[in-house]
């Protein structure tokens, strides 16, 4: 059984920076692990996630140029950084595993992950 702990999350400025960690239990070494977001009234997004070797990566549009994903399998974590936050960031972020597959076109589709983080709030203000 794998469980994920999400930390980073909190109020920054726009223009300001997080970093955002997921803590897994269990084994991930075979799983794609992402990060996802959901706002208000939205639905989940992904909006970056990454291949268990690390050789393959995926961002969403929003997220190009201003986050980056980053993964140690040996301590079992993966990190998001996020720069250049804007009000449109804020929201309930999440950290998901799932069975790699092979396929980079579908690292950002929340379907394709099994295991779930309770998620982290990030609130960006104006």
């Known amino acids: 059984q794998v469980q994920l702990v999400e930390s980073g999350g909190g109020s920054v400025q726009a223009g300001g920076s997080l970093r955002l960690s997921c803590e897994a239990s269990?084994?991930?070494?075979?799983?794609?692990m992402g990060w996802f977001r959901q706002r208000p009234g939205k639905e989940r997004e992904g909006l970056a996630a990454?291949?268990?070797?690390?050789?393959?990566?995926s961002y969403a549009n929003s997220a190009k140029g201003r986050f980056t994903i980053s993964r140690d399998n040996a301590k079992k974590t993966i990190n998001l950084q996020m720069n250049n936050l804007e009000p449109e960031d804020t929201g309930m972020y999440y950290c998901?595993?799932?069975?790699?597959?092979?396929?980079?076109?579908?690292?950002?589709?929340?379907?394709?992950?099994?295991?779930w983080g309770q998620g982290t709030q990030v609130a960006v203000s104006a």
């Open positions: 998901a595993a799932g069975l790699w597959v092979g396929v980079t076109g579908e690292l950002l589709d929340p379907t394709k992950y099994n295991y």
């Open positions: 269990g084994y991930v070494h075979t799983m794609q």
């Open positions: 990454i291949s268990p070797g690390g050789r393959s990566i």
